[in-house]
């Protein structure tokens, strides 16, 4: 049985580890997700197991499709009627380069009742709102994919967090989070957790269930496989049932883990849907502003990890500074055995923390581009560059660590600049994504004072073609706005330096 597993952007190398540890076979890492081989028993596991994985597909059929008709041609060689009864709802979806995701949709759909009809004189049931079987078609280029969704409904959806912040990160975002900061069960049981700014608590669920290898799809209630042919109850169940064991049994080796939020509403969410968890008598969590500074009970001694998911953009009407400062000064008077890892909009949201990051890694969540920023207390102290909006550095017990902010000086349009990368950036993201597109334009002197062609390549790379100015455009000006425009790219596109490739074309 070959599978495929979608995850998070940037998260492909920690599904990838998460394979490898589960004994999946044929590993076949690619854009946004894993390929893998393996047994019925194996599948099981995947979809109660893997935490970073977005849904499991199991491949059905692969072929050459140019059009639309082709894929009906693909579909109408399944015996589907050997696959589901008719009885069963089903809903089907379309996506990657076909020309029209919908009009595809439909002749996949027509393919399945056809072959029902043609086979057993019957039509299968539609259900696009709650459908026990869900199958999916996916075009790269001229091959087109049809997959069972053998999980369901997403997985992030854990069955836990039943309630709600305007600032939810999910699950599945939330544990690539964990894994890219490290936390594992091997190095958490002996450390320390904390959320400063929880939430309705997803981080510390997460965290929690990661540090001690504890099940993370043990609460969910429906899965896509339960009314497949191929499903065999017994062993879902004896699989199923050793998991909640396993999940109760590791609960006892729990590491000191706190959440905190200024909202009694969020630490309300929090407590109920960690409850719900069967983690409300190992998680900590109370009401607390952590712009006051670090909580009495929180031990800044051992090692540990300051984990935060601040609110920002549409997220929030106003932007965090404040929060993000605070945290870093929290964070400032912690062991230099801790860590921090923080999710901020682009890399000058977590300047204004005014620490020195170890690395950035971007990230998507809930449709914006983020990066996440992992510190360490023993990192290089270096200059940190924040834009002359910044905030001043706040005061700390270590002087030594905190820099002033330099000003960079850019054009007097660059808000506009930012704004019209933004909405670029959004409309192409998307329909890149859409196409399984990894390399395209993103910019194309969109504004007159910014009169340059900019490729994005494979999420990584920046290639930045300057329109030499007019002879009337003073030098200087021309060199603000090329280091304007170069500025903002990095902020939005978490870019480093040595990614960014530079030229300029002459008339």
Request: glycine share 6%; with cysteine.
């Amino acid at each position: 049985m070959r599978f495929f597993a979608p995850c998070p952007p940037g998260a492909e190398d920690i599904l990838r580890q998460e394979c490898v540890q589960l004994g999946a076979a044929g590993l076949a890492p690619g854009i946004r997700g894993v390929g893998f081989e393996g047994d019925l028993q194996m599948a099981y596991h995947a979809s109660l197991r893997l935490r970073t994985a977005s849904r499991i597909l199991l491949e059905l059929a692969r072929a050459d499709a140019v059009d639309e008709n082709d894929i009906y041609r693909i579909a109408m060689e399944i015996p589907w009627e050997k696959k589901f009864p008719p009885a069963a709802g089903f809903a089907c979806r379309a996506t990657g380069t076909v020309k029209n995701p919908r009009f595809a949709t439909l002749r996949l759909k027509d393919a399945i009742a056809d072959r029902f009809t043609k086979t057993l004189s019957t039509r299968p049931t539609v259900d696009k709102i709650n459908p026990d079987i869900r199958i999916e078609a996916h075009w790269q280029g001229r091959r087109a994919a049809i997959f069972l969704n053998w999980s369901g409904p997403p997985l992030h959806e854990r069955g836990y967090r039943l309630e709600h912040t305007k600032t939810a990160l999910r699950e599945t975002t939330a544990a690539a989070v964990l894994a890219l900061a490290g936390w594992q069960k091997d190095t958490a049981n002996t450390a320390t957790f904390v959320d400063p700014v929880c939430g309705s608590g997803t981080l510390l669920a997460e965290a929690a269930m990661m540090a001690v290898g504890a099940p993370p799809g043990v609460h969910r209630k429906k899965w896509g496989f339960s009314a497949w042919a191929d499903h065999d109850e017994n062993l879902w169940l004896d699989i199923l049932n050793q998991a909640r064991i396993d999940y109760g049994e590791s609960l006892t080796n729990m590491p000191a883990m706190m959440g905190y939020d200024i909202d009694p509403e969020a630490v309300k969410a929090s407590r109920n849907n960690l409850r719900r968890a069967g983690l409300g008598s190992v998680v900590r969590i109370a009401i607390h502003d952590i712009r006051k500074g670090r909580p009495e009970n929180w031990p800044a001694a051992g090692s540990g990890l300051l984990c935060a998911d601040p609110p920002y953009g549409h997220r929030q009407s106003e932007f965090p500074v404040p929060v993000y400062s605070a945290i870093g000064t929290v964070f400032r008077t912690l062991n230099p055995d801790w860590r921090l890892a923080l999710l901020a909009p682009d890399r000058n949201a977590a300047a204004s923390s005014y620490l020195k990051a170890d690395k950035f890694i971007p990230m998507v969540s809930g449709g914006l581009n983020l990066v996440l920023g992992i510190y360490s207390r023993q990192a290089k102290k270096e200059s940190i560059i924040l834009d002359t909006k910044a905030e001043r550095a706040p005061s700390s017990s270590d002087p030594s660590e905190i820099a002033a902010p330099k000003e960079i000086i850019l054009d007097t349009k660059a808000p506009s600049l930012r704004k019209a990368l933004q909405r670029s950036l959004s409309a192409l993201g998307k329909w890149a994504e859409k196409c399984g597109i990894s390399s395209y334009r993103i910019w194309d002197s969109n504004m007159p004072e910014f009169n340059a062609a900019v490729d994005w390549y494979e999420g990584r790379w920046l290639h930045v073609q300057e329109f030499e100015a007019p002879a009337k455009v003073p030098p200087d000006v021309s060199q603000r706005r090329l280091t304007t425009l170069v500025s903002v790219l990095k902020e939005l596109l978490s870019c480093t330096d040595e990614n960014i490739f530079l030229k300029t074309r002459k008339r």
